[in-house]
């Protein structure tokens, strides 16, 4: 079982950064892939960004793609998200998530096996 905490939300104004953290326990982090998905109010969950255990392939979603960063210290058993140039739009709880096979593609995180609780980014205008 693993579990996985959110850090790193809060509330900033359009245009600038944040970085979110994930810290997980309870597994062997360099056999998950991970992901970041966001749920804006009244939306349903998107996928947002996914890295691969070994942190050598990235993904994004169209949206984000030259603004979000992930990445992973396996040794620290930690995924981060640095969030640039955010947009009011960006506004939302921001979950990490494990699985456990390999990705190979966006689709590969439709699945996830584990979920954190979220943090909140909030973005004004």
């Known amino acids: 079982q693993v579990q996985l905490v959110e850090s790193g939300g809060g509330l900033v104004q359009a245009g600038e950064s944040l970085r979110l953290s994930c810290a997980a326990s309870g597994g062997t982090f360099n056999r998950y892939a991970m992901g970041w998905f966001r749920r804006a109010p009244g939306k349903e969950r998107e996928f947002v960004a996914g890295?691969?255990?070994?942190?050598?392939?990235?993904f994004y979603e169209d949206s984000v793609k030259g603004r979000f960063t992930i990445s992973r210290d396996n040794a620290k058993n930690t995924v981060y998200l640095q969030l640039n140039s955010l947009k009011p739009e960006d506004t939302a709880v921001y979950s990490c998530a494990a699985k456990e096979k390999r990705v190979y593609d966006t689709s590969y995180f439709k699945d996830m096996d584990y979920w954190g609780k979220g943090t909140l980014v909030t973005v004004s205008s």
């Open positions: 890295i691969t255990g070994s942190g050598g392939i990235t």
